[in-house]
């Protein structure tokens, strides 16, 4: 299957890692990513590795109702590499002595599975690895995926946290997105994952959709913000190459997004998620206490380590990075036969390390440390201080922390850091 996956270096069939990806491993936090690769239909915009039952019939591995098992042999496999014999001196384990901090189930539409197919793989993840007692456990969910019903099973299974795309409460949005929930169902499952039991609930929301306007954006800021969620994430539309969205836009059909309506919405989500209570702590993210953060994400902003499991899902590890085959067919073929479905690997030298740590943490509320900075880097940060986007007394306490016309900027000011 011709594959668009970045070409890395090849990795071990039976998926071991370098020796310097093992070093500390358990000293440092630990999560898993499950890739769900089912939608009922492919929205417009999307360009995540998705594929609707149509696409892929009943293939095996391919089929809903084999995607479990198959993840339940990554996460074998998992254990096996990252606290099993191969790990140099560990000897067999029946479970390994890592317990996962976060687990975060995505897509896709990951609520088209059954909640005790997903309850299964969280008792797997616990029989290899053991689940931390304060785990954080989440799932992505589209609205119209939801009743009481699902949500009492997902909390059933183990699930803490929901997030819900709702993206707007506008019709016309959701119809340009290709969206088929109906306005207000986001809201109404929210308020139902709340009486399920869920400690944590989210909305996602999406900005400067191709005729959205300004009282548009102010109303599914409101609307989320009444369904009483704790956390809020708010992302910039993108126009991805090979999408739906791409070929109507380039034929004219509709506008291409405009980066000052960007930047006026984001400044509008921030004014309004301020005043509910919301406090952001990463560029496109808010949420009303610490708790309620994301902790999953934290760990990607941070560098620690995670083992993506499912189809194209990516994985980092102690500075190796790896990425499975895409296709769900390729990638249960392979666990089968006992191999590791991971399509290739690189290995991060330590300035690649240091380039994106600045990327990633500079996007936090807690900012970048200074030490990773040379004399260049320093020089650059105190331009953005000169010029208004990033903080003069953090900095002089070591710490570079973006303002609101920072956030704004955060990739030229990444740029200069990194010069």
């Known amino acids: 299957m011709p594959s668009t996956l970045p070409p890395g270096e090849p990795v071990p069939s039976d998926g071991a890692l370098p020796a310097s990806a093992l070093a500390g491993v358990g000293s440092r936090p630990f999560g898993l990513y499950l890739h769900v690769p089912f ?32 993840a339940i042999s990554e996460l074998r496999l998992a254990r096996r590499v990252m606290h099993g014999p191969a790990w140099p001196g560990a000897g067999p384990v029946e479970r390994a002595d890592m317990p996962v901090a976060t687990v975060f189930v995505g897509g896709g539409t990951p609520t088209l599975l059954p909640p005790a197919d997903l309850g299964r793989v969280l008792k797997a993840i616990d029989a290899e690895f053991g689940l931390a007692p304060d785990a954080e456990i989440t799932t992505e969910a589209n609205p119209e995926t939801l009743t009481p019903d699902v949500l009492a099973g997902l909390r059933e299974a183990g699930f803490t946290r929901i997030s819900i795309g709702m993206q707007s409460v506008r019709a016309h949005v959701l119809a340009v997105l290709d969206r088929v929930h109906t306005p207000g169902r986001a809201e109404q499952a929210a308020r139902e994952a709340r009486a399920a039991g869920f400690e944590h609930v989210s909305l996602d929301l999406i900005y400067g959709t191709p005729g959205e306007s300004q009282d548009d954006w102010r109303a599914s800021l409101e609307a989320a913000i009444g369904a009483d969620p704790d956390h809020v994430s ?121 380039m994106e740590r600045v990327l990633l943490e500079v996007r936090l509320a807690g900012g970048l440390d200074g030490a990773v900075l040379d004399d260049d880097g320093w020089a650059a940060a105190w331009r953005a201080v000169d010029g208004g986007l990033a903080d003069a007394d953090a900095l002089s306490e070591g710490r570079l922390v973006l303002t609101l016309r920072g956030r704004l900027m955060a990739d030229a000011v990444v740029r200069d850091l990194l010069g």
């Open 39 to 70: 939608c009922t239909t492919r929205c417009g915009y999307c360009d995540f590795n998705t594929y609707t039952a149509a696409e892929l019939g009943d293939v095996p591995g391919a089929s809903r109702s084999s995607w479990a098992d198959a």
């Open 234 to 354: 708010a992302y910039a539309l993108i126009v991805e190459e090979g999408t739906r969205l791409a070929a109507r836009i380039a034929r004219g059909e509709l506008p291409m997004p405009d980066d000052d309506d960007h930047a006026d919405k984001y400044i509008l989500a921030e004014d309004v998620l301020t005043a509910a209570g919301f406090s952001w702590y990463e560029v496109s993210n808010w949420a009303r206490t610490p708790d309620a953060r994301c902790a999953h994400n934290l760990l990607y902003w941070t560098g620690a380590d995670w083992w993506g499991i499912g189809p194209g899902a990516h994985s980092h590890v102690g500075g190796t990075r790896w990425w499975n085959l895409k296709h769900p067919a390729s990638w249960a073929r392979r666990l089968a036969e006992g191999q590791s479905p991971a399509y290739a690997r690189e290995i991060l030298d330590a300035r690649t390390r240091e």
